[in-house]
């Protein structure tokens, strides 16, 4: 690894970023103030979350439904406070949540060890540039939840590191710490033997078979109304998880009375 630069982090410690001259990698050295900067799991100034969660959902709804299996099992990594877990089962698709850092607030009921794996594929959403190691990261979360599929979501960047205006950086929170180029992905996809798929801010790491150009649709502008085509095809699991927490034994018919 080659330094690249040093940043301010939490606007006191001093951090050297490195660069992997073979695959593009940029991170900084051991994080050592993680502790702090995770005092909150979510950081205060993230004033995009929802939105960002309600957009990711729509386009994750449009690529599940068309190219991978709209009745499989899915489970969201790093979840968070389970958003992303609620939005999807309220379109209708069977998620569930996991997250060793952050407390389960919106998806309570759906967590991993209540389902049963394999799952048809992983999400992980605004994570791995919180990760130092993402390629043990990865590894251990197929290997735990018998996956073979990661459909997450990074800022990737082209050429030389960018330039310390870059607001991905977030030297503020102190946060991020690892940040990629494409091809950081395709060597970890060849070290996994798997094929890596990226549009629009939305990447896939996979072994099964996924049409390049269908993937850059369905993750694009076409989303948002494929999303309303989706949703409306599928029944919502909203009301069913409610009668299923405050009564497992209760059964509901088509119409969810």
Known sequence: MDLAFSATLLRKYQVSYYRCPRCGLLQTEEPYWLDEAYSDAIAISDTGLVQRNISIAARLAALLYFELDAKGAYLDVAGGYGMMTRLMRDIGFDFHWSDKYCQNLFARGFEADKATAPFNALTAFEVVEHVHDPLVFITEAMKNYGSRTLIFSTQLYEGIPPAADWWYYAFDTGQ???????????????????????????????DQPVN????????????????????????????????????PDHKINKAGE
Do not use: W
């Not at 269908?214 to 999303?227: D, K």
């Not at 989706?230 to 029944?235: A, F, Q, S, T």
């Open 212 to 247: 390049q150009r269908r993937f850059n649709l369905l993750t694009g502008r076409l989303a948002y109304p494929i999303a309303l085509f989706v949703k409306y095809r599928m029944p919502s699991r909203t009301l069913p998880d409610h009668y299923a927490l405050i009564n």
């Open 176 to 206: 991020h710490i690892s940040f990629y180029q494409p091809q950081t992905m395709l060597c970890i996809a060849e070290q996994l033997r798997l094929k890596f798929y990226s549009a629009h801010g939305i990447h896939m790491l996979t």
